[in-house]
């Protein structure tokens, strides 16, 4: 059974810093793509970050470029999310995602639990 | 980048209706590259729909996607009790991927 499972949430002022992480279980970790997907209360999902089976590439969207870093270890079966300059609008759950193939260009298959970002003072 | 745009934004049907949900791109979705999710309340989004009309492992053949270009359609056939929430529309067919806003499916 896959399973993704978020840490790393908390509430932060804005431009403080926070790392997420997302402990992976249940398929060859090495052989897929990750994501970071978000959802702000009571809002859509918008796609953050992606890096490919190896770590070599990574992907930002442009609201997070600059700010956050993705990165992986596969000897741990781990992904994670570095944020900093943190911004009241960076509040929402973040979810750690399964793409379906080695590149992240596709759907996502699979989704953890979340943990929540707050930014405020 | 491609904006989705669903509608209605509310549909309220009882158990055993049908439902049809419209997820409208900006730009044609290469390859039809369209997935859906459902996300239920308090709970994470989970893969009903890929490639615009096969259904993921373990979705009931109740849900059936389709369409092409920029309309696309989830419709659920006979609603069940455990049908009920809210469903994104998602394109990768274009960088970035890009959802829509959501439909939420409730109980009349």
Redesign the interface.
């Known amino acids: 059974e896959v399973q993704l499972l978020e840490s790393g949430g908390g509430l932060v002022q804005p431009g403080g810093s926070l790392r997420l992480s997302c402990e992976a279980s249940g398929f060859t970790f090495s052989s897929f793509a990750l994501s970071w997907v978000r959802q702000a209360p009571g809002k859509?999902?918008?796609?953050v970050s992606a890096v490919n089976r190896g770590g070599s590439t990574t992907?930002y969207?442009?609201s997070v470029k600059g700010r956050f870093t993705i990165s992986r270890d596969n000897s741990k079966n781990m992904v994670f999310l570095q944020m900093n300059s943190l911004r009241a609008e960076d509040t929402a759950v973040y979810?750690c995602v399964k793409d379906?193939l080695h590149h992240p260009?596709?759907?996502?298959?699979?989704?953890?639990?979340?943990t929540l970002v707050t930014v405020s003072s | 980048e491609i904006v989705l745009t669903q509608s209605p934004g509310t549909l309220s049907l009882s158990p055993g209706e049908r439902a049809t949900l419209s997820c409208r791109a900006s730009q044609t979705v290469s390859d039809n590259?369209l997935?859906w999710?459902q996300q239920k309340s308090g709970?994470?989004?989970?893969?009903v729909i890929?490639g615009a009309s096969s259904r993921?492992t373990g979705i009931p053949d109740r849900f059936r996607g389709s369409g092409s270009g920029t309309d696309f359609t989830l419709t659920i056939i006979r609603l069940e009790p455990e049908d009920f929430a809210v469903y994104?529309c998602?394109q990768?067919g274009s960088?970035?991927?890009?959802?829509?806003?959501?439909t939420k499916v409730e109980i009349k």
């Open positions: 859509g999902l918008e796609w992907y969207a442009d979810y379906p260009r596709y759907y996502f298959d699979f989704w953890g639990q979340g | 590259y997935a999710y709970q994470a989004p989970r893969l890929y993921a994104f998602q990768y960088s970035p991927r890009t959802f829509g806003q959501g």
